[in-house]
């Protein structure tokens, strides 16, 4: 190529070039004025016509660690006192149940006694524990006192202390008394707080409360795990705000049960162990010290009496059916004058006195039994001792609901059956031959013993299936709480429970207290479980309620786990085929079989899926049994003279 012509092609190519080799130049956006945010630095709500005042604080504790708490004032509140709820399913949406500008509303829902507190004037105040949703510090499942379990100096005892110490301080509407109830865990916190109480607590109202986990509450039954609770194990300690859920795999829980083996490896495969508290369960699932030591019952009976205490249970409660009963039995004694230590008894699920108690599943109770305790028990106590100058209230030391004639009973103890003159007497009730129940003790000619095989690979459902999950919606069909009072006839059917009956009553048979189970049974494996159910047996036709007919209405059944027959705390094997002394308290009945009615008595060695099946063979941990560890066992109930068997009832006889 010529090179002038050359140097005129790179000279023409130049700009080019020197274009594509340096940095694009991007024109300055064009300036627009800005468009001013319609959202403010802070919003100041008018609430000058609400007819409450809400305030939101966080409250020091001793230790630096504040706890969120929310305050309802009622508008132009004086002197008013206080009532006191500490919870760790979140105080915001606890008093946030709807956007009204009225109290009773934004109150409207589990935990608050609506009536009580709007009708009567009170401050409301609902605190998260430490740990849980808004407040600080680390979360404990029902944190122990400070002692062998808990080594820090703080606990529910001195939280609850110092949260009254700062309110009544820092409230200058209250008259300085404060009042603390609640129902379940918020049930087991005022029992804390019943431990060096503040002294402006002035009255406490657990209700439904959590109080020994092994024995017969949320965990354990007798040593049976309680295995549909580990969803709220899961959800309570896997998050502080609850937000990680539990998932189901089955529509039905007894397949999804079924289909992990165990209790222990369904928790596995969930990840559960990443939790504190279940690898607490599984480090003891004995009564050693670990629940020994977090008993309530036990705690307060240690404890010196220093405030007015209303305990309340509900007969059919499905959660915490032991530990209302247990509290009251254990610090009655101490109530030498009879005017501290008070029992409410209701026939109601788990919570129910505080919704519409006038009915339970197909049970009826012909008036509104929730309403009449919240108004004319629960209100007049608590105005007793937090209201200046309110008249002294007519309560009885117990006020117990009696099934069956649905009638309110003015008692002075628990048990005791009648306001005055009558008695209480432990009377066994025989398992005999031919699949009968009767007063009379067996007779040398019957059959020794009656028998069923036990297949933990089929083990009888503890409600008709399919079972759904505990927290399962209530407006998409929640029937979680009714369970106890479910028709019985589905296992009474089956070929592995047994059924013993009396004959048609020509009286009425009344109990008040606790059912004792007294079992002779054997077992060809080397561990089983027995569930021992006391049922009323209504009539084959009602005229008043048809759908009655026939019904077997649970009125008290409970598991216990065999392995714990001789110590609750170190288990044995048992000795195959050989006929052993089971005793077993059930929970407290206060009932009365009606005439033309029947008593039945219904035993089986599953409970599923509510509780894990026992393999029947006797292994180191239940929660880690291996398929191989299930195997069919034959079980016998032994009603000989020299072998009887029995349900002894609390029997009321009156003068």
Same mark, same amino acid.
């Given at each position: 190529?010529?090179?002038?012509?050359?140097?005129?092609?790179?000279?023409?190519?130049?700009? +080019?070039?020197?274009?594509?080799?340096? $940095?694009?130049?991007?024109? $300055?956006?064009?300036?627009?004025?800005?468009?001013?945010?319609?959202? $403010?630095?802070?919003?100041?709500?008018?609430?000058?016509?609400?007819?409450?005042?809400?305030?939101?604080?966080? /409250?020091?504790?001793?230790?630096?660690?504040?706890?969120?708490?929310?305050?309802?004032?009622?508008?132009?509140?004086?002197?008013?006192?206080?009532?006191?709820?500490?919870?760790?399913?979140?105080?915001?949406?606890?008093?946030?149940?709807?956007?009204?500008?009225?109290?009773?509303?934004? +109150?409207?829902?589990?935990?608050?006694?609506?009536?009580?507190?709007?009708?009567?004037?009170?401050?409301?105040?609902?605190?998260?524990?430490?740990?849980?949703?808004?407040?600080?510090?680390?979360?404990?499942?029902?944190?122990?006192?400070?002692?062998?379990?808990?080594?820090?100096?703080?606990?529910?005892?001195?939280?609850?202390?110092?949260?009254? @110490? =700062?309110?009544?301080?820092?409230?200058?509407?209250?008259?300085?008394?404060?009042?603390?109830?609640?129902?379940?865990?918020?049930?087991?916190?005022?029992?804390?707080? +019943?431990?060096?109480?503040?002294?402006? +607590?002035?009255?406490?109202?657990?209700?439904?409360?959590?109080? @020994?986990?092994?024995?017969?509450?949320?965990?354990?039954?007798?040593?049976?795990?309680?295995?549909?609770?580990?969803?709220?194990?899961?959800?309570?300690?896997?998050?502080?705000?609850?937000?990680?859920?539990?998932?189901?795999?089955?529509?039905?829980?007894?397949?999804?049960?079924?289909?992990?083996?165990?209790?222990?490896?369904?928790?596995?495969?969930?990840?559960?162990?990443?939790?504190?508290?279940?690898?607490? %369960?599984?480090?003891? $699932?004995?009564?050693?010290?670990?629940?020994?030591?977090?008993?309530?019952?036990?705690?307060?009976?240690?404890?010196?009496?220093?405030?007015?205490?209303?305990?309340?249970?509900?007969?059919?409660?499905?959660?915490?059916?032991?530990?209302?009963?247990?509290?009251?039995?254990?610090?009655?004694?101490?109530?030498?004058?009879?005017?501290?230590?008070?029992?409410?008894?209701?026939?109601?699920?788990?919570?129910?006195?505080?919704?519409?108690?006038?009915?339970?599943?197909?049970?009826?109770?012909?008036?509104?039994?929730?309403?009449?305790?919240?108004?004319?028990?629960?209100?007049?106590?608590?105005?007793?001792?937090?209201?200046?100058?309110?008249?002294?209230?007519?309560?009885?030391?117990?006020?117990?609901?009696?099934?069956?004639?649905?009638? =309110?009973?003015?008692?002075?103890?628990?048990?005791?059956?009648?306001?005055?003159?009558?008695?209480?007497?432990?009377?066994?009730?025989?398992?005999?031959?031919?699949?009968?129940?009767?007063?009379?003790?067996?007779?040398?000619?019957?059959?020794?013993?009656?028998?069923?095989?036990?297949?933990?690979?089929?083990?009888?459902?503890?409600?008709?299936?399919?079972?759904?999950?505990?927290?399962?919606?209530?407006?998409?069909?929640?029937?979680?709480?009714? =369970?106890?009072?479910?028709?019985?006839?589905?296992?009474?059917?089956?070929?592995?429970?047994?059924?013993?009956?009396?004959?048609?009553?020509?009286?009425?048979?009344?109990?008040?207290?606790?059912? /004792?189970?007294?079992?002779?049974?054997?077992?060809?494996?080397?561990?089983?479980?027995?569930?021992?159910?006391?049922?009323?047996?209504?009539?084959?036709?009602?005229?008043?309620?048809?759908?009655?007919?026939?019904?077997?209405?649970?009125?008290?059944?409970?598991?216990?786990?065999?392995?714990?027959?001789?110590?609750?705390?170190?288990?044995?094997?048992?000795?195959?085929?050989?006929?052993?002394?089971?005793?077993?308290?059930?929970?407290?009945?206060?009932?009365?079989?009606?005439?033309?009615?029947? %008593?039945?008595?219904?035993?089986?060695?599953?409970?599923?899926?509510?509780?894990?099946?026992?393999?029947?063979?006797?292994?180191?941990? /239940?929660? =880690?049994?291996?398929?191989?560890?299930?195997?069919?066992?034959?079980?016998?109930?032994?009603?000989?003279?020299?072998?009887?068997?029995? /349900?002894?009832?609390?029997?009321?006889?009156?003068?």
């Amino acid at each position: 190529m010529n090179p002038f012509r050359r140097l005129r092609s790179l000279l023409l190519f130049a700009p +080019l070039l020197l274009a594509l080799s340096s $940095p694009a130049q991007t024109p $300055p956006p064009p300036q627009y004025p800005a468009l001013p945010s319609e959202t $403010p630095d802070k919003f100041t709500p008018v609430t000058d016509s609400f007819d409450y005042v809400k305030r939101d604080v966080m /409250i020091p504790m001793r230790d630096g660690v504040k706890l969120h708490t929310v305050i309802l004032l009622p508008k132009g509140a004086h002197s008013a006192p206080i009532l006191l709820t500490r919870t760790p399913y979140n105080a915001t949406d606890l008093t946030s149940h709807s956007d009204s500008s009225h109290l009773g509303p934004i +109150l409207q829902g589990y935990d608050n006694a609506v009536e009580v507190i709007v009708e009567g004037g009170y401050i409301r105040v609902v605190q998260d524990i430490r740990g849980k949703y808004a407040s600080e510090g680390d979360y404990v499942m029902t944190r122990p006192l400070h002692g062998p379990l808990n080594p820090t100096p703080v606990d529910h005892s001195t939280d609850t202390y110092d949260t009254i @110490d =700062w309110l009544v301080k820092n409230i200058p509407e209250s008259n300085g008394k404060v009042g603390i109830l609640g129902i379940s865990y918020d049930g087991f916190l005022p029992l804390m707080a +019943l431990v060096n109480p503040h002294p402006a +607590l002035k009255v406490a109202v657990p209700m439904n409360s959590m109080v @020994d986990g092994w024995m017969g509450d949320d965990w354990f039954h007798n040593g049976a795990f309680r295995q549909q609770n580990l969803p709220y194990v899961y959800e309570q300690e896997a998050t502080r705000k609850n937000d990680e859920k539990w998932w189901t795999s089955h529509f039905d829980d007894y397949d999804m049960y079924m289909q992990a083996g165990s209790a222990g490896e369904l928790a596995r495969r969930r990840g559960l162990e990443q939790v504190g508290f279940w690898r607490k %369960i599984l480090e003891h $699932p004995s009564y050693d010290s670990f629940w020994q030591q977090q008993a309530m019952d036990k705690i307060l009976a240690a404890q010196p009496l220093k405030v007015p205490v209303m305990m309340v249970h509900g007969l059919w409660d499905q959660e915490d059916i032991y530990g209302p009963t247990a509290v009251y039995k254990a610090i009655k004694p101490k109530d030498t004058a009879n005017n501290m230590v008070y029992l409410v008894i209701g026939p109601w699920y788990h919570g129910q006195e505080i919704g519409d108690g006038s009915s339970l599943g197909a049970i009826k109770f012909n008036s509104d039994t929730g309403l009449y305790f919240r108004r004319e028990i629960l209100r007049p106590f608590l105005d007793q001792y937090l209201k200046d100058g309110a008249p002294k209230a007519d309560i009885a030391p117990v006020t117990a609901f009696e099934t069956g004639t649905n009638t =309110w009973r003015r008692l002075p103890s628990w048990p005791a059956g009648c306001s005055s003159g009558c008695t209480v007497k432990s009377t066994p009730l025989y398992l005999a031959a031919g699949l009968k129940a009767s007063f009379s003790a067996p007779k040398p000619a019957d059959t020794p013993f009656d028998e069923y095989i036990s297949d933990p690979a089929k083990p009888v459902p503890f409600r008709a299936r399919p079972t759904r999950p505990v927290g399962y919606d209530e407006v998409k069909g929640l029937t979680w709480p009714r =369970w106890l009072v479910d028709d019985q006839r589905e296992a009474s059917g089956r070929p592995d429970v047994i059924s013993f009956v009396t004959d048609s009553l020509t009286a009425p048979v009344k109990i008040s207290g606790q059912p /004792i189970a007294n079992l002779i049974a054997s077992t060809s494996g080397t561990d089983s479980d027995w569930v021992v159910k006391l049922i009323d047996l209504y009539p084959d036709e009602v005229a008043a309620q048809p759908e009655m007919g026939g019904y077997q209405l649970m009125i008290s059944a409970d598991i216990f786990r065999g392995r714990y027959r001789e110590s609750l705390e170190f288990p044995k094997p048992l000795e195959a085929d050989k006929p052993l002394a089971y005793r077993f308290a059930l929970p407290n009945a206060n009932h009365v079989f009606l005439p033309g009615h029947r %008593i039945m008595v219904q035993i089986q060695s599953t409970w599923f899926p509510l509780y894990d099946r026992n393999p029947q063979t006797f292994v180191k941990s /239940i929660f =880690w049994a291996q398929p191989s560890d299930y195997k069919k066992a034959t079980q016998r109930i032994y009603h000989s003279p020299t072998n009887p068997s029995s /349900i002894n009832l609390p029997l009321v006889t009156t003068p």
